[in-house]
């Protein structure tokens, strides 16, 4: 059984419909997918019915901005009930902090000489409900600017390029409690993948298990293998679900192909029956996996 556990449509940041992604996914050979976009649920339902028609395995996630003692932190939330009025506002103040980041941006891209509008924005974003960051760079690459969304962010938009502007990320410790109260299970993404220190580290992840964690995304393409094995005896240590999975964005990310890393079949299970427990103890109505 093959399972990816992160993967992005259009709904965010990626470059396909989740009707799309699931066909791409049953080509690559999977048998279970999670659609998990930034903030925001939807694309659920497009993507549930779309895996019923092909007999793909569908697991309902997104990935939340958070920040954690000043770095920001990436949250895969699984299985959660999105319309909790307290989660559904929480994703709503950080979708509104994608969206006003965009002007800012392309105010300081124009001040390094780059001129682009919003109208260019939301010509490759398609009105995203998460438009932010990666539709700039695509906007850089329709004008021809840069190659690639690699290209963009190592130039321009990354922490330190000349179009970098921050914005809102919610608290991880809360966020944490809050997909809990929610029904769902939270799995840190790509912990260490884009730093050079590890943090969060040991302690940190003890912690964040204590207050209802429920994995750590070990096995990703932005990880090396030694911090792979590193991050897999903390998970063991703290009995922590060690999941895998692409981070796919269709075209919008290079060397992230579906199924390039994957989840091990106990390990989902593992995690299916923790979003179970949750859900019973929230008593919230939950989506099922299809």
Do not use: N
Request: charged content about 25%; some cysteine.
């Amino acid at each position: 059984m093959r399972i990816d556990l992160h993967t992005h449509s259009r709904a965010s940041d990626g470059t396909q419909s989740p009707t799309e992604l699931v066909h791409a996914a049953v080509r690559a050979g999977l048998d279970v997918l999670a659609l998990t976009d930034h903030d925001s649920a939807e694309g659920w339902a497009e993507a549930a019915a779309a895996a019923d028609a092909t007999g793909l395995r569908l697991v309902r996630g997104m990935e939340i901005s958070t920040r954690h003692e000043g770095q920001g932190v990436h949250l895969l939330a699984y299985l959660p009930d999105a319309t909790y009025p307290p989660l559904a506002a929480e994703l709503e103040r950080i979708l509104e902090g994608r969206r006003s980041r965009v002007p800012g941006m392309l105010e300081a891209l124009r001040g390094a000489g780059i001129d682009l509008s919003e109208a260019d924005v939301a010509r490759v974003s398609g009105h995203s409900a998460a438009s932010g960051r990666p539709h700039v760079a695509d906007a850089l690459v329709a004008a021809g600017v840069v190659g690639d969304r690699t290209e963009a962010f190592d130039r321009y938009l990354s922490p330190g390029r000349p179009g970098y502007v921050d914005r809102y990320a919610a608290p991880l410790r809360e966020t944490i409690r809050l997909v809990g109260e929610a029904g769902g299970v939270s799995v840190v993404a790509h912990a260490w993948g884009r730093r050079r220190d590890e943090r969060p580290d040991a302690q940190a992840f003890a912690e964040l298990a204590g207050l209802g964690l429920a994995g750590i995304e070990v096995d990703h393409q932005d990880h090396a293998p030694a911090a792979r094995e590193r991050l897999r005896a903390i998970a063991r240590e703290l009995d922590l679900v060690v999941t895998g999975s692409s981070d796919h964005h269709g075209e919008g990310k290079v060397d992230h192909d579906l199924g390039c890393h994957t989840t091990a079949p106990e390990e989902l299970e593992r995690l299916l029956d923790l979003a179970a427990a949750a859900a019973a103890a929230s008593g919230r109505a939950v989506p099922e996996v299809v």
